[in-house]
């Protein structure tokens, strides 16, 4: 209760300190005045200022005026040099922009979860060379068989990013070729429509379809709901548009893409695409969804398994594999490059920390070295790439 009291008085001061300041003189005065009568020197009655001040303390709260005296000293010395202002506020703006896109960043790598259903049994499969570089995509055939043959992942999910001409648009849009499954196994919603299903999407002959991201659904289209089933022109073929996508879904990438559209169906709209094909292509994204029981390292000793299985089914893999420069090519290097000097190319698997982006990390033992007759078959500082090597994984 006196705590309450206290904040009270102290809270009205700050209102009426104007009529306790005129009080307080008033009152001083009278004291001086008496003391003249008394026959005492001014002097006897202490120092005024000083009295002031601690008849301030006691009543108010000091600090206060203090800061505002501080904030209108700032000011005046802000306003007699123009040029430091500007560059102090110039500086200040862009170290707090960039410390909160930074943690924005950070935050969204590192603390939020992923987005989608599960995200501790996602496995991300890419590849690290031996002399460490990192490649996030492999051939689309290797995924496959990876889907067909692992008993330790339920689900493959693959995607492959591009651009493509909508109609009669300016500049290309952003769309991601994504597995049927893909939606169903992160536990994506339709705001519209339908999403993708495999026995309908994944046919020989099903109809081009694409679904709609929520944000692009919105600016392009005016948010239009009755888009969904009608046709629009992609890369100048006719595709129908079957869905749209929930507000908040992103997909794997972070960010929000404008359309999806069903992997098997690329060839069709990129003419001359031979990514489905293309043994040695590593522009495919693979992710993994860990089967009930199963763990990464029993993961990455099927996939270690799986490899060496397709090698000896096609051993084309390991000699013919096609020459590149022995220059490592970031972006699109092949999964796994047989270098004549130092073995191949490691598969790594990333867990999908609930976290994203803390990952403990463990190589195995190398590949084995490339065979001799590869050697002799190519100049030197070149190297027969081929996917026939061991898989690492990180988890």
């Not at 599960?118 to 031996?130: C, E, I, K, Y």
């Not at 309908?200 to 009755?226: C, E, I, M």
Request: hydrophobic share 40%; glycine share 8%.
């Amino acid at each position: 209760m006196l705590a309450i009291r206290e904040f009270l008085r102290r809270a009205i001061y700050l209102v009426t300190r104007n009529s306790h300041s005129r009080a307080l003189e008033a009152e001083m005065a009278f004291h001086r005045e008496m003391a003249a009568r008394a026959g005492r020197p001014a002097s006897s009655f202490g120092n005024t200022a000083l009295l002031r001040e601690q008849s301030r303390e006691a009543w108010g709260w000091t600090w206060i005026d203090r800061l505002f005296q501080d904030l209108r000293y700032a000011a005046r010395t802000l306003f007699r040099s123009p040029g430091f202002t500007i560059s102090a506020i110039l500086i200040l703006a862009i170290g707090i922009g960039v410390n909160v896109t930074a943690f924005s960043l950070f935050n969204m790598a590192v603390l939020q979860s992923l987005p989608v259903r599960d995200p501790g049994t996602l496995l991300r499969l890419q590849r690290r060379s031996m002399d460490g570089q990192i490649a996030g995509g492999m051939p689309y055939p290797t995924a496959i068989y990876f889907r067909d043959h692992a008993h330790t992942l339920s689900g493959i999910l693959t995607t492959a990013d591009g651009k493509l001409e909508l109609e009669d648009d300016l500049e290309p849009r952003d769309v991601s070729f994504i597995s049927s499954n893909f939606f169903d196994d992160l536990g994506a919603s339709a705001a519209y429509g339908r999403l993708f299903s495999p026995p309908l999407d994944d046919a020989p002959n099903a109809h081009l379809v694409v679904v709609l991201g929520y944000h692009f659904w919105q600016t392009r289209f005016s948010a239009d709901p009755n888009i969904v089933g009608r046709t629009i022109l992609l890369n100048k073929q006719a595709v129908t548009v079957v869905g749209i996508t929930s507000e908040l879904f992103p997909g794997l990438k972070g960010g929000f893409t404008d359309i999806w559209i069903p992997i098997r169906q690329q060839p069709q709209l990129v003419q001359g695409s031979e990514m489905l094909t293309d043994k040695d292509g590593g522009a495919v994204g693979v992710w993994g969804r860990l089967a009930p029981g199963a763990t990464a390292k029993s993961a990455e000793a099927e996939l270690l398994g799986l490899t060496g299985q397709r090698r000896l089914l096609d051993p084309r893999l390991c000699l013919e594999g096609r020459v590149h420069s022995h220059r490592p090519r970031r972006a699109h290097s092949d999964p796994a490059a047989a270098d004549a000097s130092s073995g191949g190319y490691l598969w790594r698997v990333d867990a999908a920390d609930p976290r994203r982006g803390l990952r403990k990390s463990r190589r195995t033992a190398a590949g084995p070295r490339s065979d001799p007759r590869t050697r002799a078959q190519h100049p030197p500082g070149y190297r027969c790439e081929s996917p026939a090597h061991l898989p690492s994984i990180i988890y």
